[in-house]
């Protein structure tokens, strides 16, 4: 099995959901007697709160370069919003990112999604690291909500399901948002870690695009070098 490198702590909950899934999906094919060795590196998420962008850059560079002196073979970061450290931070290193946004390009094309709405906080649904990334790598028409409720997802984001608050006021929103957009996409990408906790075992009018499961196959996929 291969090595992985692990960049959680933004936040600790989605940190953990990747922690148990990748070792349950890896156990699942290996016997669940064993399970694969990690490498993990929880940040303070202090650093994404505070959106200073060299600041974001030159912590994911000096905890990517620890990841691979430590023997990491790749790195997977634990959530959507840091991937904005990516494309500085790839260049400096010897091993590759399993980039959230390939696992969520790969899911549509099987699919043959054309129009996604991509939900989150406000950094993942403006700045270019994933609607840039998948508009131009696999060709993804990506809608993105209003700016009342781009603010609005970035409060529930950052003020609740990133402190492992999960309300019902929350799950109505997104649920509701959701609805008012299914008439233009094929599906909806939950752009938070914390989406698919939320709303899970939520039906919806269009599929979901669960970031933190598909990001978390890629994983298990890199481990037994599938």
Known sequence: MKLLGLIGGTSYHSTLEYYKLINEGVSKQIGFDANPELLIYSINIDVM?????????????????????????????????????????QPKIDIPFLHIADAIGQEAKKYNYKSLLLLGNKPTTTKAFLKDYLAENYGLKIVIPSESNINKSHYYVSKELTQGQFTSEA?????????????????????????PILLKDEKSVVPFLKTTDLHIKSAINFILNK
Do not use: W
Not at 60 to 80: F, H, R, S
Not at 83 to 88: D, K
């Open 171 to 195: 799950k109505q929103f997104y649920k509701e948002l959701i609805k008012t957009h299914q008439e233009r996409i094929d599906a909806a990408i939950l752009g938070c870690t914390e989406l």
């Open 49 to 89: 709160r505070r959106q200073d962008i060299d600041e974001i850059n030159s912590t994911y560079l000096k905890v990517a370069q620890k990841l691979q002196k430590a023997g990491a073979e790749a790195i997977i970061i634990c959530a959507n919003t840091p991937h904005m450290a990516v494309e500085f931070v």
